[in-house]
């Protein structure tokens, strides 16, 4: 099968297994020991750009340390996408306090996330920033295997799983709607489709991904 011949190096196409170490302002951020390596398809962006980059031409057992800038990591901060949202509009199972990490879908099936920065009386603010936004990433990484996509994968593009590390995958959520949400310091129109995420964890093996997957 042709999924069983071993690239000789990381290249467009290839399903790359990866151990990293991501450091953010001095403080480790993310690693993959909890979890183990990280699968993904190289040269479809589903990691960040500037890492994707850096990786072509290495081998299996070969480690490098990359500096990733905000440009090609997740962009720079902008103060311009927070916004405040009635707390009316917040279903009681979602914990409102800061740190709260919420997926919001909009009526074209588009995702955004959001994470909860503060909560009065009567608003909840929301940043839709990424948490890494405007930070310079310094990762530490080790290829640890390389194999050819398949046909499937490649039609996908990206990594299905295969018994052995992590993929970025679908997680099963609530969803509910924030009908009378004030978008106005976004370019959304339409109403949001929020969903409970992680609360007081937003440094996950998912925060690589680039693009959302089938």
Known sequence: MDNEIKPAEVANDVVVSMEYTLTVDGAIVDSSDEDGP???????????????????????????????????????????????????EFPREIPLKPGVELEVTD???????ARIVSVGKDEVKLDFNHPLAG?????????????IASSEELAHGHVHAHGHGHSHGDDEEEDFYLDDADE???????????????????YDEDEFDDEDED
């Open 38 to 88: 990280l699968e993904f398809l190289q040269g479809h962006g589903n990691i960040i750009s500037g890492l994707e980059k850096a990786l072509y031409g290495m081998k299996t057992g070969e480690n490098k340390r990359v500096v990733v800038g905000p440009a090609e990591g997740y962009g720079d901060y902008d103060p311009k996408a927070v916004m405040d949202v009635p707390r009316r």
């Open 184 to 202: 106005e310091d976004l370019d959304e129109d339409e109403d949001l489709l929020y969903e409970d995420i992680e609360d007081d964890d937003y």
């Open 107 to 113: 009526q074209d099936g588009d995702t955004q996330f």
């Open 135 to 147: 930070k310079t990433l310094h990762f530490e990484i080790t290829i640890g295997d390389l194999r």
